[in-house]
């Protein structure tokens, strides 16, 4: 293969993927393979959760943990407590099974010095969460000082993140070379 088709099949693989960008208080599951969910982070905590057998997986994007108590409210699509129960719930809906869900949790950055550390927060919940319901937590990457770009394809259960340092946000393209299903890529 010539360094022109390598190229050639790498842009032809990008344009057939769907990209889907999940904004804040947002998720979104698929099980289709050409899907890719993308978001961007700071404080806030994306929750990655796929099912390996089902081969259906979705992402949320939250900006406060919340409790029970604020999923009345009319903005609970914010809270980590609601939006963690409506993705568990639209995964298991597309056949996924509770005792076969594996998490990933990317984001909950220090992003604010002098402010509380909402994102430690954000971080502690979804761990406690995940525990409490049951879900394997796969690790991810969470805390610091930076925010993230996150890719995940919810079909294979991959996820990739660039840390964003001050003003440059970095283009992310998915690399030509097959994948291992459940791997979390750092670059």
């Not at 407590?81 to 005792?99: F, I, T, Y």
């Not at 998490?103 to 002098?114: N, S, W």
Request: aromatic share 6%.
């Amino acid at each position: 293969m010539t360094l022109h088709n390598a190229a050639h099949r790498a842009e032809h693989t990008e344009e057939r993927q769907q990209k889907v960008h999940i904004i804040q208080g947002q998720y979104y599951v698929s099980d289709q393979p050409n899907v890719v969910l993308l978001t961007l982070l700071g404080s806030c905590v994306a929750a990655c959760i796929h099912d390996p057998v089902a081969r259906v997986g979705g992402m949320n994007h939250f900006l406060l943990p919340g409790a029970d108590r604020d999923t009345n409210t009319r903005d609970a699509e914010r809270y980590g407590v609601h939006l963690m129960e409506l993705l568990v719930n639209g995964l298991l809906q597309h056949g996924a099974r509770k005792d076969r869900l594996q998490a990933k949790l990317f984001g909950g950055a220090r992003t604010v010095e002098k402010l509380s550390d909402i994102g430690r927060q954000n971080s502690i919940f979804a761990e406690r969460f995940l525990k409490t319901e049951g879900i394997a937590y796969l690790g991810g990457s969470c805390g610091g000082e930076s925010g993230r770009r996150l890719q995940f394809w919810p079909v294979s259960g991959r996820a990739r993140q660039a840390m964003i340092a001050g003003q440059e946000v970095p283009i992310i393209v998915p690399p030509p070379a097959p994948h291992v299903d459940g791997d979390v890529e750092f670059f």
